[in-house]
């Protein structure tokens, strides 16, 4: 047993997170800058930092990740990372030539006090940043926080350089999807189309990290929001944030910044949320749902009718980054199921009460954790006390669920071992039916296999 | 051909330029670079993280520790505590007031918990800079508990991966000589510098048993803190994947006077060679001769089977890119025995003279690349028409996008690609990639969509 490590007593731990449910800021800000047009993000430390960030990405979308690093030495260590930077600057701009250059800073650049905002400044100074391009940067220390929180950070930075108060007043909304898949940005816009609102999504890495195959690599994909689109959506008619702990600090940036009112949202993962989201979308827009929607709905309604008998009072254990957790902790709520662990290791304010929100008081017995030690050996241990029926969860959740043959299904970041994360969303009507479909897969294939002959049922 | 970045032109040759051969090495990656590369952390956990009964702990914030968690198919057959990932998740109360009492009480829970044999203790990046003594707490925990504490030096910045591996073999050289050598025959080795990727160390190991040689230790491929602790009772070292060991090896041979060979474990010649060189060195009549019996009736039962994916691959080309160029050696020469050609070679940290090597290794035309880029690399696959490439994790979705087979030849590759056995799963995963159908579909091959819809 690979876990065999884990003790089923919960020792009080002060000091130490034993197989985290998280990592660290730089990923997210990195992810969250693939997400623009011609961008190539860039990591201020050392070479290790972006080589681990780039390859957590691969792994996880199976596509090649740019991003290029300060690439810190004991000199920079000493007397900073400005002339690294400086350096960088001038390096990308004559070779890779992109239209920005988003940097996020690391535990390193942080804790010897690099200063950003000055570099940048003096880049420009020097005449480093050439006409019409940009050079961006997020503060993401890796000793706060997440990677949830460097997502949030960069997202937030894509608002605060290029957002135009003076930009032009439009119909168009503008959508911040918060940490989702290429797929679940695609599905957020598609759904807007149908509706017939005129949106800007931003970040938006879809058709940067879900690529075709053209026989050519891309450096930078077609994908991403446009510099010209984000300073436009200064004058969007309203804005949507979704899941506070990804999009909260950029939708509030845009509305101080331009004046553009915000609705903050819960992500559209379920029924319920994505009724609110499309809910939200069509009284800000002032538009009517089509019918294909309803319809898609009714769909979705009819397989949860057909199969509840399957789901009711399944004890279900979940990990992963917070903004996911409460929708899915809602959605699998309503399908009558029971979460009754959830664990996050990003630290988020008011976890517990929106968890709570979402069980609705059904669920008295769940325990919930976040922040320090909130890690899967504690999920793990608390498994080990009293099982579960369904674990859900990203990719290091297949230890836990071999270890105590528990059905699994894998959702979150990273999924190093499947596919298909970035080609179907788990947002809107469509991506609850997928989880769905998933869900009622894990129960019936495990019904199949533990079945004793005589009660191996063909219909089910 | 490529934009190469002017600093850069020295770190890309091509064989047969009129200019004399100098590539430069060993520097610096530009800042700016989309390098390939890694730091000096990595280097370090690569190579200790098999050791399995010890405790691994990530002194640093979070990321370090999350990224490396279980990072490569090293494989134990006992104890798994490597497979775990432990952190002192660094906030920032740590970072103004330091670390290291979180450091302390971590290691005292841990060790009460898993009663391991020995614990390592990665400093990473921000670690010194807080004004931590890692090397203190170690200390002091090694003396309350009783197990061997050591402190790993690999904060991210001080230098390349291979500044790590060299953190990494102080700190094994602390362990070394710790335990009795009791017992231990004159025909014993160490093998140095396979980590057991998918297996690999127990064929090798198994090659051994049956020639008569004593496996003392591994390090650190399946290893154990009690056998590398008597390690310097063995009578010589031999060091495969000489990047990461060699440093370890001369340390040893100065400290303990004992010898050491390299050898490589990949491909028919350089495997069958590996063998004859530890024979030879024990001079012993007897051992050669089983020697040279077991590696006939290993290529009698896989030549055979080679000859096929010889057939279909001959007059392929290949491409590579290692972490260590000590790799691309081995690989070069197992190409050219499935008929294949190599049309660029390059590595992460190679040094002058394995460039040079390489050179005398390689055809007329061939690109040597040290530190490359993404940019570089699809040029030099589009140039040069390749059919396969050979890198880690990086470069697998490139070569995919280009309509180009791969083989993962890094640390986490799944099959076991070394030993005679380890051949055929190398000629078979080649095989495999370059042959799939699909390239057929792609823009690459066009005009061959039309084969395939008739
Ligand atoms: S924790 Fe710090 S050193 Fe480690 S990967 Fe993250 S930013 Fe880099």
Known sequence: MLLRHTTDEVLERTSLTINPAKTCQPVGAMYAALGLHNCLPHSHGSQGC??????????????????????????????????????????????????????????????????????????????????????IHASTPSYQGSHVTGFSNMAKALVTYFADPEAAKSKQITLMPGWVEPSDMRELKNLAARLGVEVTLYPDTSDVLDTPHTGKHEFYPKGGATVEQIKASGGSLAAIGMGPSASQAALEALQSKCGVPGTLLELPIGLQATDRFIDTLRTLAGVEVPQSITDERGRLLDVISDMHQYLHGKRVAIFGDPDQLVSLVEFLNLLDMKPVYIVTGTPTPQFETRIQTALGGNVPEAKIKAGLQADMYLLHQWIKQESVDLLIGNTYGKYIARDEDIPFIRHGFPILDRVGHSYFPSVGYAGAMRLLEKILGAFMDRQDRDAPEERFELTM | ???????????????????????????????????????????????????????????????????????????????????????????????????????????????????????????????????????????????????????????????????????????????????????ITPHSINILGDFNLAGETWMIRDYYKRMGVEVVSCITGDGRVDEIRR????????????????????????????????????????????LYDVARHFKDKEMMKRTQAMVREELERLMPQLADYKRALTGKRAAIYVGGAFKAFSLVAALRHLGMTTVMVGSQTGNKDDYEQLRELCDEGTIIADDSNPLELSSFLEEKDVDVFIGGVKERPIAYKLGIGFCDHNHERKEALAGFEGMLNFAREVYSSVMSPVWRLTPRRRGSNLEVVK
Request: hydrophobic share 40%.
């Open chain 1, 50 to 135: 972006c080589s681990y960030h780039r390859s957590a990405l691969t792994k996880h979308y199976k596509e090649p990740v740019m991003a290029a690093t300060s690439s810190f030495t004991e000199g920079a260590s000493v007397f900073g990372g400005q002339a690294n930077l400086l350096q960088a600057i001038t390096t990308i701009f004559t070779l890779y030539n992109p239209d920005v250059i988003a940097v996020h800073t690391t535990c390193l650049s942080e804790t010897i006090g690099d200063d950003l905002v000055q570099i940048i400044a003096k880049a420009v100074a020097e005449g480093k940043v050439p006409e019409g391009k940009h050079v």
């Open chain 2, 1 to 183: 051909m490529a934009d190469i970045l002017r600093e850069r032109e020295r770190q890309v040759y091509r064989k047969g330029d009129l200019q004399p051969f100098q590539l430069d090495c060993e520097k610096q990656s530009a800042a700016g670079s989309v390098s390939q590369r890694a730091c000096v952390f990595c280097g370090s956990r690569v190579v200790l993280y098999p050791i399995a009964d010890a405790l691994h702990i990530v002194h640093g914030p979070i990321g370090c520790a999350s990224y490396t968690w279980d990072i490569r198919g090293a494989l134990s057959s006992g104890p798994e505590l490597h497979r775990l990932s432990f952190s002192t998740d660094l906030q920032e109360m740590d970072v103004v007031q330091g670390g290291e009492k979180k450091l302390y009480a971590g290691l005292c829970e841990l060790i009460d918990a898993h009663q391991p044999k020995a614990a390592f203790v990665y400093a990473t990046c921000i670690v010194g800079v807080i004004g931590d003594d890692v090397e203190a707490v170690c200390k002091r925990v090694s003396l309350e508990k009783g197990i061997p504490v050591l402190p790993v030096h690999s904060e991210g910045f001080k230098g390349t991966k291979k500044d790590g591996y060299r953190a990494a073999c102080d700190a094994l050289l602390k362990l070394v000589g710790t335990g009795s050598p009791e017992g």
């Open chain 2, 231 to 274: 390690a310097h009772g063995a009578a010589l070292n031999v060091v495969q994947c000489s990047g990461s060991m060699t440093h370890l090896a001369k340390q040893l041979e100065e400290k303990y006077g004992t010898p050491f060979i390299r050898v490589s474990y990949f491909g028919v010649e350089d495997m069958s060679k590996s």
